[in-house]
C-alpha cells in the first residue's frame, strides 16, 4: 500500500453569496486526521479533509504514520480522528482506551471489510464460462487443471499472500484443513505488487486464475471478482485454524466492521463535526471502486475523495446539513 503523507491545510477561503458563507470552525487550531499508512485509509482522510475544510471551515492537517503510534497519539488527544480503527488489530489497546475513555467509537464507517479466495466472474458465469459449477472451496479438486501451475501440471495454482504475512499463514492452513495440498501448488508471492501483477496479468488475457485477496482495495474495484464459498465463519475454528500449521478444519475469514473514533477532547470540542462522522458511512463497493480510481489516475487520495465528492452527492449528502453540503459543492465548482 502506498504512503499517504500529504498535509492537506490552509484557511477555508469564503466563497460569496448567501449558499457559500464561510463557516467557522469549531476548533480553534487544525484538525488532526490519522494518516494510516494504506490506500482505503487515505482516501476516507482526504474525503473528510474536504468536507471539514470546504463545509466546516476547518485547518486540516494529516499525522503520518503507523497504527499503534496513531492510536495512542490519538488516546493523548495529540490526534483527533481517525477514519479507520481496525479494533481486532488492537488488542490491547483498544480495550485500554475504553477503560480509560480517552478514544470514543462515533460511528461504523464500512461493516464489511473482507478476506477469501477469489476467481473471475468470466470463469464461472456466463455461455463461455469454463468452471460454471466452482462454487465453493471444495469444488476446487474438480477444476484443478484448469488452474494449471507451471512448475507442475498435474496441479492447480494457488496465489496465496506474501510470505510472511498473516494470511499466508492462514491460508496454507487452510489449503491443509481443505485437503487441497494435494491439488493445488501454494504459490507464495514476493511481494504485494507482485501479486496484484499476476492478477491483472491472467485477467487481462482472460485466463483462469485463484486467488487470495481482500477489500476494500483497487483490485476488487478494478477486476469483476467472484469470492469462493468456505463454511461460514466459527470463531472457534478460527482460533484453532489461527494456531496449527496442520489443522483438521477450515472457515471463513470473519467480515470485519471499521469503524471511526475521535479523542474525548475532540468529542466535547467539536458536536458538529462529531455529528458528521457518526453518519458517515460507506462499503466494501464504493471504496474499491474509488480506490479503483486513484489507481488509474495516479493522483492520489485527494483526486479520488474530490471525484467522489462531485459524482456521489446522493450518499454524502446525508452526511452534512444542507448549508455544509452547500458550501462544500460550490467549493468543488470552483477547483
Not at 128 to 134: D, E, H, K, W, Y
Request: neutral net charge; aromatic residues 12%.
Amino acid at each position: 500500500m502506498r504512503f499517504w503523507r500529504t498535509l492537506i491545510g490552509g484557511l477555508f477561503l469564503a466563497a460569496t453569496g448567501p449558499l457559500a458563507a464561510a463557516s467557522a470552525c469549531e476548533v480553534d487550531r487544525p484538525v488532526v486526521i490519522a494518516g494510516l499508512n494504506w490506500d482505503s485509509n487515505a482516501f476516507h482522510a482526504a474525503v473528510a479533509s474536504r468536507i471539514l475544510k470546504d463545509g466546516y471551515g476547518c485547518q486540516v492537517e494529516l499525522a503520518a504514520g503507523a497504527t499503534r503510534p496513531l492510536f495512542k497519539q490519538m488516546m493523548r488527544g495529540e490526534v483527533d480522528i481517525t477514519m479507520e480503527v481496525w479494533k481486532d488489530n488492537l488488542p490491547k489497546l483498544w480495550p485500554e482506551s475504553q477503560r480509560d475513555a480517552s478514544v470514543i467509537e462515533v460511528g461504523v464507517n464500512y461493516p464489511d471489510a473482507v478476506q477469501g479466495w477469489f476467481v473471475p466472474r468470466y470463469l464461472v458465469e456466463g455461455p463461455t464460462a469454463r468452471a460454471p459449477g466452482l462454487k465453493s472451496v471444495s469444488d476446487l479438486p474438480r477444476y484443478k487443471r484448469i488452474f494449471s501451475d507451471p512448475q507442475d501440471r498435474a496441479k492447480g495454482r494457488f496465489y496465496n499472500c506474501m510470505l510472511g504475512w498473516g494470511c499466508e499463514k492462514v491460508n496454507t492452513a487452510k489449503l491443509h484443513a481443505y485437503g487441497l495440498n494435494a491439488h493445488f501448488t501454494n504459490f507464495r508471492t514476493a511481494s504485494g505488487k507482485a501479486l496484484t501483477d499476476a492478477i491483472s496479468r491472467h485477467y487481462g488475457r482472460g485466463e483462469a486464475f485463484l486467488t487470495y485477496y481482500w477489500g476494500p482495495t483497487w483490485v476488487l474495484g478494478e477486476y469483476d471478482l467472484v469470492m469462493l464459498e468456505e463454511p461460514a465463519y466459527d470463531a472457534e475454528v478460527w482460533r484453532q485454524l489461527s494456531r496449527s500449521t496442520s489443522p483438521s478444519s477450515a472457515t471463513a475469514y470473519p467480515v470485519t466492521e471499521i469503524s471511526i473514533g475521535v479523542s474525548a477532547a475532540f468529542h466535547a470540542a467539536a458536536p458538529d463535526i462529531v455529528a458528521f462522522l457518526s453518519k458517515y458511512r460507506t462499503d466494501n463497493r464504493l471504496i474499491s471502486g474509488a480506490l479503483a480510481v486513484m489507481n488509474r489516475s495516479g493522483r492520489g487520495a485527494a483526486h479520488a475523495a474530490d471525484e467522489f465528492l462531485r459524482n456521489s452527492s446522493m450518499t454524502w449528502r446525508n452526511w452534512v446539513p444542507a448549508d455544509v453540503a452547500a458550501r462544500i459543492e460550490a467549493a468543488l465548482a470552483e477547483s
